[in-house]
């Protein structure tokens, strides 16, 4: 039996979800997941089957939670790795072709929920053909042609373009960090990072840039950072030992950073008081399916020092040092929720 459900998709039999319909809670979630490990067994009968349909009706939250588990399997299903890495490796016409074709498949995952928009998909194919590029869970380190340094986090993409005016980093995807050189050229040129959200140019530094759902994040570690949103919004100097968000049309005023916001980059993630709920959100990026964290512990904070290069070796800490139990209903779907009352890590 196929891990993608699609005979019974519910999009085919229930009304779509209307904009400010319920959104799912953590409790959806799981009641999700767990009947999409039921309805993929083979022996699961029509009577489950109308159980599940009869559960799916209830509530706008069970449909979108449904959904949620149904994009996460596509995952898995509609775009492997592996056939992304085989069109990558292509080379020439056969490389373009192929590339047109991961986007004419990338706008059948928008259908599945995964792309909600035509920018959306542009972004991805960029990303794909992009010059730098990692996996989900692979950190990437390159010397540019003036000698800057660039990393790359899990899942993140950008290409590099030096002329004779400028030397210019595009992110579509991810997170990096860049360490500046100095430029030999006379005039020295800009270094600049574009999003799709405006332009940074670095002032002789090192600093952090991080795509997320509807900001970009910048973090200055050393030297300052010019900010100049593509909209209406004001430029903004942003100093050592701050980050701030911004978009198009604004900057937000400056939080204090630190060097522990740069630990991926040596494959670490070194959490000082964060929340559980914040940690697992952070380590879920480094591995393919969902991870959640249940509301009960979700305050509860962490302080430490976790190598990324063993996902369930740090779930199985959590385990050890706080009073939660990790919950697997899929591989694909792993969940930290609260210990039985009478468990205390030792």
Excluded at 266 to 284: K, V
Aim: overall charge negative; charged content about 25%; proline content about 5%.
């Amino acid at each position: 039996m196929q891990d993608n459900l699609q005979f019974h998709r519910p999009s085919e039999n229930l009304p779509p979800l209307q904009p400010g319909e319920a959104q799912p809670s953590f409790s959806d979630l799981q009641q999700a997941a767990e009947w999409f490990a039921v309805l993929r067994d083979e022996d699961a009968g029509e009577a489950a089957r109308r159980r599940w349909r009869q559960w799916l009706e209830e509530d706008g939250g069970h449909r979108a939670a449904w959904q949620r588990v149904e994009t996460v399997n596509a995952e898995f299903g509609v775009m492997p790795e592996a056939l992304t890495h085989r069109v990558l490796s292509q080379s020439g016409l056969r490389r373009r072709k192929a590339i047109k074709t991961l986007a004419w498949l990338a706008t059948g995952v928008t259908v599945a929920g995964g792309l909600g928009s035509s920018r959306e998909v542009r972004d991805y194919v960029a990303a794909l053909n992009a010059q730098y590029r990692t996996g989900v869970g692979q950190t990437s380190r390159q010397q540019l042609a003036d000698g800057s340094i660039l990393w790359l986090n899990t899942a993140s993409a950008a290409d590099a373009e030096f002329s004779d005016v400028l030397r210019r980093v595009v992110l579509h995807r991810g997170e990096i960090m860049i360490q500046t050189a100095h430029d030999n050229r006379q005039p020295a040129r800009p270094l600049v990072v574009d999003v799709a959200a405006g332009r940074m140019q670095a002032l002789g530094t090192r600093f952090l840039v991080r795509l997320e759902d509807n900001d970009t994040m910048l973090t200055v570690l050393e030297g300052r950072v010019m900010v100049t949103p593509s909209g209406k919004g004001t430029p903004q100097l942003v100093e050592a030992g701050s980050r701030v968000r911004f978009d198009e049309d604004r900057v937000e005023a400056p939080a204090p950073s630190d060097e522990s916001m740069a630990a991926w980059s040596r494959q670490l993630l070194m959490p000082d008081g964060m929340r559980l709920d914040e940690f697992i959100a952070e380590l879920g990026r480094y591995r393919r399916g969902y991870l959640g964290c249940a509301p009960e512990v979700a305050s509860l904070r962490l302080v430490g020092v976790y190598p990324l290069n063993d996902i369930d070796r740090i779930l199985n800490t959590l385990e050890a040092t706080l009073p939660v139990k990790v919950r697997r209903i899929l591989p694909w779907w792993v969940t930290v929720e609260a210990a039985a009352p009478d468990r205390h890590p030792e």
